[in-house]
């Protein structure tokens, strides 16, 4: 099979694009490089320089497959520049459509995210709970799971969504290279190297065992194997749009991740407790559920020390010795 990757240059897409490789497909990564690095996409993948708008210059009959993982993904920068991400995440989202159309390419995988649901009323989070995003980001990726529904009815497609949860790990020399970096276990990370004086503990007095937020984290690479099993034939019929939620249904506190960086890492965590960020949940966890019974998917790396010391052998490998933080994705 041949398939289009869009942000196969970026952390989870290039892991996603070398499990492809891995099980025998070609692929074909679009990325613009705006946030991915072109080291980071995988031997053996063509890369054709571009943005998302540009993939019908790229997309032929040849190809059996899209995976769209090109999008802006900060949700602070979404609040203070809000078109920025219509218009490329949902607006970028309509010319691959139109591409694929075009092209007869009829089957797609979506990376969605967790934030459609912004505060969630119940926890684990099922696939029909209130949609109600608390950021023009959330809101950009709800409003392209609509519209896949839409173009699913009217033309045919057969689609997946999957609605992430908090990505963390590495995947060989693959991994998290964010600037900046907003994701919680890098920036602990970073901390135990000390490119960073202390972590922020925005918090301490949730309604959690140990006062802090709880996140579900799922290892990349069981991410990605989720995009292979979606890829399938037999996942979705043409017509059809799944939604699926991936995550472990289970969840470890700020506390806990950073507690299993010191026994991972063998190094002081300087930690600074402040006020909690407005909007954020006490508990975010998945219900993966459907993702079992559709894809036939199970996470296979659950544990958070496996996740933490996967993602600690990439850190200090890429990491710059200069002190000055992560390089650019």
């Known amino acids: 099979m041949k398939y289009l990757v869009t942000g196969g240059a970026g952390y989870v897409g290039s892991v996603v694009a070398a499990r492809l490789l891995e099980s025998g497909h070609r692929v074909v990564v679009l990325d613009d490089l705006s946030t991915g690095l072109r080291d980071a996409v995988p031997a053996g993948?063509?890369?054709v320089p571009g943005r998302v708008q540009d993939a019908a210059e790229h997309l032929d009959g040849s190809f059996d497959g899209v995976v769209h993982l090109a999008a802006f993904s900060q949700v602070a920068e979404s609040v203070a520049d809000p078109e920025k991400y219509w218009r490329n995440n949902v607006g970028g989202t309509v010319e691959l459509l139109a591409a694929m159309r075009k092209a007869d390419v009829r089957r797609l995988v979506f990376s969605s995210t967790a934030a459609v649901y912004g505060e969630p009323e119940r926890a684990p989070i099922p696939e029909d709970a209130r949609t109600a995003p608390t950021?023009?980001?959330?809101a950009s990726k709800l409003a392209v799971d609509h519209m896949l529904a839409g173009e699913c009815a009217a033309h045919g497609l057969a689609a997946v969504s999957l609605r992430y949860f908090n990505v963390a790990g590495a995947y060989g020399d693959l991994g998290e290279r964010h600037h900046p970096e907003s994701h919680l276990i890098p920036l602990v990370l970073q901390t135990a190297l000390g490119h960073r004086g202390h972590i922020d503990v925005y918090g301490t007095d949730y309604p959690t065992p140990d006062g802090t937020c709880i996140r579900?984290?799922?290892?990349?690479?069981?991410?990605a194997e989720a995009h292979l099993l979606a890829l399938r034939p037999e996942t979705v019929a043409p017509g059809e749009h799944l939604v699926c939620n991936l995550g472990s249904a289970s969840g470890f506190s700020v506390r806990e991740v950073?507690?299993?960086?010191r026994r991972v890492t063998a190094r002081a965590v300087p930690e600074h407790a402040g006020p909690r960020r407005p909007g954020d949940p006490a508990v975010l966890v998945a219900s993966a559920q459907r993702a079992r019974e559709r894809?036939?998917?199970q996470p296979a790396r659950t544990s958070l020390e496996e996740i933490v010391?996967?993602?600690?052998?990439f850190t200090r490998a890429h990491l710059s010795v200069s002190g000055k933080g992560a390089p650019e994705q």
């Open 216 to 223: 579900d984290y799922i290892h990349v690479a069981d991410l």
């Open 135 to 138: 950021s023009p980001y959330g």
């Open 295 to 297: 894809l036939g998917w």
């Open 258 to 261: 950073i507690d299993t960086v």
């Open 309 to 313: 010391s996967d993602a600690w052998e």
């Open 45 to 47: 993948a063509e890369f």
